[in-house]
């Protein structure tokens, strides 16, 4: 584990998110609008599993990792990434220990990469 997984991370969050469509995400069903549907909304994309629960599920989950939850995220790793402590002196912070492995965790599955 090291910061530099949780900058890198940072920096993929933070590149997505700003190229997407800004704003709110909404999902009407299966549909996903950056605003409000049918209010000058701009289409993103609809879910098409083949069944009206999971495309349903599908769109509310997309919508709700709207590009300012990725930012928030990004700030989040950007955050534990600067007050990272190595693995030898992590003995005496338990709580940031588990931290910096969840956050690492967090950063592995953004960036595709292999759990430890």
Request: charged share 25%.
């Amino acid at each position: 584990m090291s910061a530099d997984l949780l900058r890198r991370a940072a920096v993929k969050l933070r590149e997505h998110a700003e190229a997407a469509s800004k704003g709110s995400w909404n999902n009407d069903g299966w549909e996903i609008y950056a605003g409000q549907p049918g209010i000058r909304a701009d289409w993103i994309g609809e879910t098409c599993a083949g069944e009206a629960d999971q495309d349903a599920a599908n769109g509310d989950y997309v919508a709700l990792m709207h590009p300012p939850v990725a930012l928030a995220l990004a700030e989040l790793l950007e955050t534990v990434a600067g007050i990272w402590v190595p693995e030898h002196a992590l003995a005496h912070y338990t709580a940031r220990k588990q931290v910096q492995e969840q956050t690492a965790a967090i950063a592995r599955e953004i960036l595709r990469e292999p759990q430890p």
